[in-house]
């Protein structure tokens, strides 16, 4: 199959991570075009040698605003227009949307001339009017809609309400890379000592881009948690600020800013470490005791199973697609979000029965199995060749 896939942002996150061992899969036996703007997204493809053609960025924001919406709207004509005129020459037989707002760009494409369209629902839609008329509009517009978890697309039927459209909802979980996300204890021991953490000190970390709902400030007061006991732990933090500006729902840079007096006011600042972005995770996850991933609502979380399959148990948020993924206390921990004493507790116990932890660890290598990305990716082509088929 000829499969042409779009992704508004150039930005790394979650998603276009999800994208990139997507099409590594898949490039083995359909024919891959993607559209995205110039940016690290561009570069990760041309270092993969998989087929890329500019698209112009744009952002449209899922909140209605009376300046806001209209100006965003604006970059969106010439991305459709680019993405127009790359179809007629590569003639798909799919459209592959990575994001709700990269379908926008396709809808009118695919609808004109018949070609299936596959939506990747990485998120959640806000449970407001505007979510609601999201929603609608891509049910209308697409011919299915794949959320990354059970828990995503039941938030997205209900957004829909009665209004089904005519897309098929369905839910596949992402996969991830089993030969890269293995244990590294040769890693880990590098790790430990670059972030001056032996082996008598706790080491937890998070994995995730600087925004509110990602919870690092939680992390951070789990982290002062463990200290006020007694404990000897550090916390490292990988990410930053992927995304910005008046399209994005919180203010990130300000969010990094008050973490940072976070960590000051809560007297941790030799123990909280600021990371950045890091390439190489699979160590970083090696080297901890435990994984936080203290999400407010995580659609998926990659790095849950990440951590899984480099025998570091998380502990995770129950709202989300946390349930789906591990086995609370065979796993890792379900644990609710916003209550870091209840986060601090648990690590605690953890930390003090050193042969629970590495049981579980054991336990959760084993099952992060079923999250290999070449098993994902054969998923997703049964679905993109019965829509042609149909089609």
Known sequence: MRVLFVNHTAAMSGAERALLDLLECAAERHELLVLVPDGPLARALDERGIPRSALPAFELSFRLHPLRTPRS????????????????????????????????????????????????????????????????????????????????????????????????????????????????????????????????????????????????????????????????????????????????????RAYERQLRRLVAQLGVVDRVVFAGARNDVPAILTAADLTLVPSWCEPFGLVTVESMACGTPPLVSERGAGPELIADGEHGRLLPPCRPELWSAAAAELLRDRERLEAMGRSARAAASRFDRMRAALAMEELWRDLAHRA
């Open 73 to 252: 709207l604006v970059p969106f004509a010439p991305a459709a227009s680019r993405l127009a005129r790359i179809a007629k020459r590569f003639r798909p037989h799919l459209v592959y949307a990575n994001t709700p707002r990269a379908a926008f760009s396709a809808i009118p494409w695919c609808r004109r001339h018949r070609t299936p369209l596959v939506v990747r629902a990485h998120e959640h839609f806000p449970a407001n009017l505007s979510g609601r008329l999201v929603a609608r509009l891509l049910a209308r517009g697409a011919d299915a809609i794949c959320a990354v978890s059970r828990d995503t697309r039941e938030r997205l039927q209900a957004a829909l309400g009665r209004s089904r459209g005519r897309a098929r909802l369905v839910h596949l979980h992402n996969g991830i890379d089993l030969e890269r996300f293995r244990p590294d204890p040769t890693g880990a021991r590098r790790v430990r000592d670059e972030f001056g953490a032996d082996a008598s000190v706790a080491l937890l970390v998070q994995i995730a881009q600087i925004t509110p709902w990602k919870g690092q400030d939680l992390a951070i007061r789990c982290l002062a948690g463990l200290v006020a006991e007694g404990f000897d732990a550090k916390l490292v933090l990988v990410g930053e600020v992927a995304f910005s500006g008046p399209a994005v729902a919180f203010d990130n």
